[in-house]
């Protein structure tokens, strides 16, 4: 996976759900490298339960040495979303990087799924990853032709019937395997463009504000966004035209680029008992 492409620096990262978490790791990954981000995401007013905002992004964006433009945006609604790559294009003349990282999850059986919760996870993961893949694809044929090395990154898991991982939380593993159909079609579908599309999963649970909404999950076990930040900067500085249509797990594509020292990733240093992350045999 060599590449002539090693740094971000100048390259427009447009990224959902970019107000916290992984996300927000992965845009400030970029931003050390001096990429313009564009920071996509539905919370502008601070939420005691889940901290941070396309405010407290976009300051974290600057600090870290990019430029950032923080749009609020429902992505399940393709005007807002239309909007938004119009307001990327307008500040910095293009997109070269999509980064389909806004996600819902509800990890409950048929009977405790209100069709409300199914409707949010479809609409949010399978629309607004496709919903965004379209509206930035013009641009993204652009970025190909000027040689920008154009990359769409899904946060998601690689496929597989199994059904263990469906039989207790159906509706959100369809939901996520959406995406996942999205890296498999879309990767296929854009070859000819010279633009790449992968999915980027972690091997462990990762210590997130929404992860801790969900009971029992110690956070201590995690490990930190940055793993993801780290894997997702060495798969969109690869060339495009080369590494497309995988399905990478986080601390595998490390390893394999010589990162040897995963304990600095843990929230808890020398933990051995870290928690499992979905999808992942």
Known sequence: MTSQYTSLKGKTIFITGGSRGI??????????????VVLVAKTTEPNPKLPGTLVTAAEAVRKAGGEALPVPTDI?????VAAAVQAAVARFGGIDILVNNASAISLTPTDATPMKRFDLMFGVNVRGTYCCTQACLAELIKSAKAGRNPHVLNM???LSMKP?????????TMAKYGMSECTLGHAAEFKRHGIAVN????RTAIATAALQMIPGIDLNKCR????????????????AKKVTGNFFIDDTLLGEHGVKDFDRYAVVAGTKDLIPDFFVD
């Open 164 to 172: 263990h991982w469906f039989q207790n939380h159906v509706a959100y």
């Open 23 to 36: 996300g927000l790791a992965i845009a400030e990954r970029a931003a050390r490298d001096g990429a313009n």
């Open 76 to 80: 399940r609604d393709e005007d807002a």
């Open 224 to 239: 930190k966004p940055e793993i993801l930040a780290d894997a997702a900067h060495v798969i969109l500085t690869s060339d």
């Open 156 to 158: 998601s898991p690689p």
């Open 199 to 202: 999915s980027l999963w972690p």
